[in-house]
């Protein structure tokens, strides 16, 4: 399952961000669904398992996604942060301690400067 959580901030309005004539949340739900849409090409068809969009905290809502669908493992990219956002705790961070299940985190390629 292709799986992205939406999330503001609960104090943020709905309509400080408005472009359109569609409520923010609706928006971020289309550019979501859009972006998982270019990568379902890519997964086989016999372990596709849908899209689906979610309104929440991102780390709780892939915890509770993967409960929901008995998942076995759930893969997460991370962002390579460090510092001050180690400290604090990434999502793919979040993920990994609460999860029911394993976790993979997979990280973009480091780029090597010459």
């Known amino acids: 399952m ?11 309005p709905q309509d400080l961000w408005k472009t359109t ?6 928006v971020l739900k ?3 669904k859009q972006y998982l849409d270019e990568y379902e090409t890519a997964i ?11 309104i929440g905290v991102p780390w ?3 915890c509770d996604m993967a409960r929901t669908l008995r998942a076995d493992l759930v893969v997460v990219g991370s962002h ?7 400290l604090l705790g990434t999502t793919a961070a979040k993920v990994v301690n609460h999860a029911h299940c394993s976790v993979l985190v997979v990280r973009e390629p480091h780029s090597e400067t010459t």
């Open 60 to 62: 709780q809502a892939i």
């Open 21 to 26: 004539d569609e409520p923010l949340l609706d």
């Open 2 to 12: 292709l799986f992205r959580s939406v999330g503001l901030p609960a104090d943020v």
């Open 30 to 32: 289309q550019r979501a």
């Open 80 to 86: 390579g942060y460090a510092g001050f956002d180690r």
């Open 44 to 54: 086989p068809a016999e372990v596709f398992g849908g899209v689906q969009i979610t």
